[in-house]
């Protein structure tokens, strides 16, 4: 028979999921040391007073179909219809720390396609992908990829800037609603960095949870943190279209760019350390294994006064000492002279 639950580990975060009837992330966070299938019946919310019976889903997609109230994960319609998918899990492929879920609504003919992979350096790779089985357009209005957060992260932090004064912090806290950031320049920007950080209030460098998401695009993207009245809390993040910009044929298929998320319970320096490794171990790419060049910027240095034969010297004294790359930054468009190094 198969697992109802499917684990994905690492030495920094764990990850469950309910897969069938539909999938459903029931744990995000801190490793769980003694794991055991048949403990996760314990990660069941109760049923509280004055509401259904049975628990709501707050599945992958945060289906209105499923009875969520809230913010869905998908939103599209053909030509008015079939506009409130529910899927259902028709296969799971489980690969060490990868797994691939494949779930379909055969009512509004839509398959979906979640890709989720645990990195051993703690941050989870996810995308979705939708595909129109049926004749006739179907129009994709929103498409986010969705991940739930523990209750208590009730502080949001975001990032706002301008030039010369880039990614400038700020925080809200959010006890219920919801909070958006979008971006509508066509490119991300100082104003709109496409992050997003959800913790325990008062969380800093060293200390306190955070759930951190980025966003793997360039473009306009929607940031988003909902609270549910029961207490419920989810991070959303999706290219942002604008309308008619996504219409699926039949078999087409759209994705999600793929979303970057972090759990740390040691403050924003544990969730900057897993997201550098993982750009070590996952993005950046050297033709050989060596120490990279050491190198001197002259921005520091001189800002704007850019003199040549004073440029010389520091380019002699920055090799003298082992640099090995001399780097001249912001300014060289006014220079008076011309080096020849």
């Known amino acids: 028979m198969e697992p109802m639950y499917r684990r994905l580990t690492s030495p920094h975060s764990d990850l469950i999921i309910k897969t069938h009837p539909y999938a459903e992330i029931v744990w995000w966070g801190s490793t769980l040391k003694h794991f055991s299938p048949d403990d996760c019946i314990s990660l069941e919310r109760p049923v509280a007073n004055g509401r259904l019976d049975t628990d709501t889903p707050l599945t992958l997609m945060a289906e209105n179909g499923a009875g969520l109230f809230g913010s869905p994960g998908l939103e599209g319609h053909r030509n008015g219809l079939d506009a ?3 899927f259902r899990t028709i296969s799971v492929v489980q690969a060490g720390e990868s797994l691939t879920l494949t ?3 055969a009512v509004a003919g839509l398959r979906m396609v979640s ?3 645990l990195t051993s350096s703690g941050v989870l790779k996810m995308r979705h992908a939708l595909t129109n089985l049926r004749e006739g357009d179907w129009q994709v209005n929103r498409f986010a990829i969705t991940l739930p957060v523990a209750e208590r992260a009730e502080e949001v932090m975001a990032f706002h800037g301008r030039w010369t004064r880039e990614f400038q ?3 809200v806290r959010l006890t219920h609603d919801g909070f958006v950031l979008e971006n509508r320049r066509g490119r991300t920007s100082h104003e709109h960095f496409p992050a997003l950080i959800a913790g325990a209030p008062g969380f800093s460098e060293q200390q306190g949870e ?3 998401v980025h966003l793997g695009w360039s473009g306009n993207h929607r940031m988003k943190c909902e609270v549910k009245t ?3 809390r989810y991070l959303q993040a999706e290219a942002l279209w604008m309308p008619g910009e996504k219409a699926l044929k039949k078999d087409e298929t759209v994705y999600t760019p793929w979303l970057y998320a972090s759990y740390s319970p040691e403050g924003l320096n544990g969730m900057s350390q897993q997201y550098h490794r993982f750009l070590r171990d996952e993005i950046i790419r050297f033709p050989e294994q060596k120490p990279r060049p050491v190198h001197l910027n002259t921005w520091e240095g001189i ?4 003199d040549p034969n004073y440029i010389m010297q520091m380019a002699g004294r920055a090799a003298a000492l082992g640099v090995e790359r001399f780097i001249i930054d912001d300014g060289w468009f006014k220079c008076s002279g ?4």
Do not use: I, K
Request: hydrophobic share 35%; net charge negative; glycine share 4%.
């Open 115 to 117: 890709e989720l992979v």
């Open 230 to 232: 029961d207490g419920r």
């Open 210 to 212: 955070v759930w951190a």
């Open 303 to 306: 800002y704007f006064d850019h």
């Open 103 to 105: 779930s379909e609504d």
């Open 84 to 86: 409130s998918p529910v």
């Open 169 to 171: 912090p700020h925080r």
């Open 338 to 341: 011309t080096l020849n190094l």
